[in-house]
């Protein structure tokens, strides 16, 4: 089993920018990819950014540019450092880890942080 606890969001002005911070608490090692997503009523959640125990990134188009994720092994933190922020970047942010167990495929979320960006 894998945790995740959210924290860092929070109101801000168009132009701003905030950092989102996600820890991560037991079977850590397991864990293959560990990232964000966001999602707003009515729409579905969607991908912001993951980062790979190889360190490679994933970002979608819309944060490119703008957000960095990071991870501290050290720490079992990752990070997501959001620069520019738009009123259209408000959302509940959510931390995902996935890890793998004999072959399957499993996913962990975090409870989310609202991040929620001023015209």
């Known amino acids: 089993q894998v945790q995740l606890v959210e924290s860092g969001g929070g109101v801000v002005q168009a132009g701003g920018s905030l950092r989102l911070s996600c820890a991560a608490s037991g079977s850590t090692y397991r864990i293959n990819t560990i990232g964000w997503y966001r999602q707003v009523p009515g729409k579905q959640r969607e991908l912001v950014a993951t980062t790979s125990t190889g360190g490679s990134t994933n970002y979608a188009d819309f944060v490119k540019g703008r957000f960095t994720i990071s991870r501290d092994n050290g720490k079992n933190t990752v990070y997501l450092q959001m620069n520019s922020l738009k009123p259209e970047d408000t959302a509940v942010y959510y931390c995902?880890?996935?890890?793998?167990?004999?072959?399957?495929?499993?996913?962990?979320w975090g409870q989310g942080t609202q991040v929620t960006v001023s015209s």
């Open positions: 995902n880890a996935v890890s793998w167990n004999w072959g399957t495929k499993l996913d962990y």
